[in-house]
């Protein structure tokens, strides 16, 4: 398989691909480079030690305000915890291309809660089905305490139903909007009533809140509880587009070619098998298309994971990290709304791309920066800055002997094609002819600092 296809092929299913890895993928062919992927990616769980909150009982919680006050103190700190834990995973990780399906997943299935248990039993959900039966996927999601707290599925009940959930099912989740009518939504909410959980985040059908009665949803007329709604949802070939129109944009391009839609959702539609639809999607020619390579902007995630992946950083204070995904316009486990991220162009902005050309030098090169100092970068950059964390310091230990060990047989060039998918313009290629080339370390730097560099 050709280095240009592998290092695409890495970089949407993953987060990039070393010299070593790269030179020894280039040895096989196609099938056995797209099949090796996920064959790594078995789902391997995130959890952190939650043991500290055993001192709660659910009986005090409901009894005391100031122990439930404490109860949300400690979950919102193990969140931050549980956040640096995620991205140390998807920097790390062997299971890459289950990592970012679970990443894709988390921005379509959008959902945000304050109770670490429920947050990181949702997020598991993700990572378990990411690659999995698609119908399975959505049941489940429909029975998470995350979500039926966030949709307020939880206040859903037979003599006053809730719609919340019901809509976005359909709106965001499935089909799309336009692509069902207020009738719908009314008697599918019907079906859904009374899913609620335990303390422990363990789903619940409260029965005496479920309504038994008949249902008519999409032409169809039954007794039917949740699951059932959901499979008449598959039956229609607008899910498969739906969903495959979102794998395109985020997998292949921005710019979406219904033709290609159509043949994914084609396939997808067969059995909603996830596993399947992807190995489709790699293992397909045009996916490979020059016009397709180096064409989308990387999210603050993948262009923070991807920099830490080729010269690993350990941020001393893990709300730095925090930091600076809020700063860049990301911050994962804290959706802006329901419909979450928008991606693509909407990454960059006057204020986000100068940290972005900024970052991999204060990061890197300085290891503590103090943003105290003035200019044009660091005006914005306090701009952006709450009077809280406005003059505090950044401070990381970089491992450059990692990165000397996967690239010291590296040239320049080489280098530079490795960490550099998209075409360079006539006045980057000039700049880059003026570099010294004395030291690999600032050279890496450099090219991490291109617009080019936001690319992949």
């Not at 090796?36 to 769980?45: Q, R, V």
Request: glycine share 4%; hydrophobic share 35%; net charge positive.
């Amino acid at each position: 398989m050709k280095p240009q296809d592998i290092q695409h092929l890495y970089w949407r299913a993953g987060f990039g691909v070393t010299p070593n890895e790269l030179n020894t993928l280039s040895r096989l062919d196609k099938h056995q480079v797209v099949n090796g992927l996920f064959h790594y990616s078995k789902p391997s769980l995130l959890e952190i030690d939650l043991s500290d909150f055993n001192l709660f009982s659910e009986k005090g919680l409901l009894k005391d305000k100031s122990r439930r006050q404490a109860f949300i103190k400690k979950s919102r700190n193990k969140l931050k915890i549980y956040n640096t834990l995620w991205v140390n995973r998807l920097v790390t990780t062997n299971e890459l291309l289950r990592e970012k399906m679970t990443l894709f997943w988390a921005n379509h299935f959008v959902c945000q809660d304050a109770n670490i248990f429920h947050v990181q039993q949702y997020n598991n959900t993700l990572r378990r089905h990411a690659l999995g039966d698609f119908g399975d996927f959505v049941k489940a999601i429909s029975k998470e305490a995350a979500m039926l707290k966030y949709l307020n599925n939880k206040q859903n009940r037979k003599q006053k139903p809730n719609e919340n959930f019901a809509r976005e099912l359909m709106e965001l989740f499935t089909l799309g909007e336009g692509q069902y009518t207020e009738e719908d939504i009314k008697e599918s909410a019907k079906a859904f009533t009374g899913y609620n959980h335990n303390f422990e985040g363990e789903f619940v059908l409260r029965k005496f809140q479920h309504d038994y009665d008949f249902k008519t949803f999409f032409g169809h007329t039954g007794r039917y509880d949740g699951d059932d709604i959901i499979d008449i949802i598959l039956e229609q070939k607008q899910c498969a587009r739906f969903i495959c129109r979102k794998i395109y944009s985020y997998f292949v391009n921005d710019i979406i070619d219904e033709g290609r839609v159509e043949e994914l959702a084609a396939v997808f539609y067969k059995d909603y098998n996830i596993e399947k639809l992807m190995k489709y999607l790699f293992m397909s020619d045009w996916f490979y298309d020059d016009n397709n390579i180096g064409t989308k902007i990387k999210s603050p995630i993948e262009f923070l994971v991807g920099l830490s992946r080729t010269v690993p950083v350990e941020f001393e204070k893990p709300e730095d990290m925090l930091k600076i995904q809020k700063l860049l316009g990301q911050t994962l486990l804290n959706p802006p709304n329901v419909a979450g991220w928008k991606g693509g162009k909407n990454w960059i902005d006057s204020n986000t791309i100068m940290l972005r050309l900024k970052l991999p030098s204060i990061i890197l090169a300085n290891a503590k920066i103090s943003i105290k100092a003035k200019g044009e970068f660091e005006d914005s950059f306090e701009k952006y800055h709450t009077q809280k964390i406005r003059n505090k310091l950044v401070s990381v230990k970089v491992d450059w002997e990692t990165f000397e060990k996967h690239y010291s047989n590296t040239s320049f060039e080489a280098l530079q094609q490795q960490l550099i998918l998209s075409e360079l313009s006539n006045g980057t290629q000039t700049y880059l002819k003026t570099l010294s080339k004395n030291s690999k370390r600032n050279f890496c730097v450099q090219l991490m600092s291109l617009p080019e560099y936001q690319m992949c």
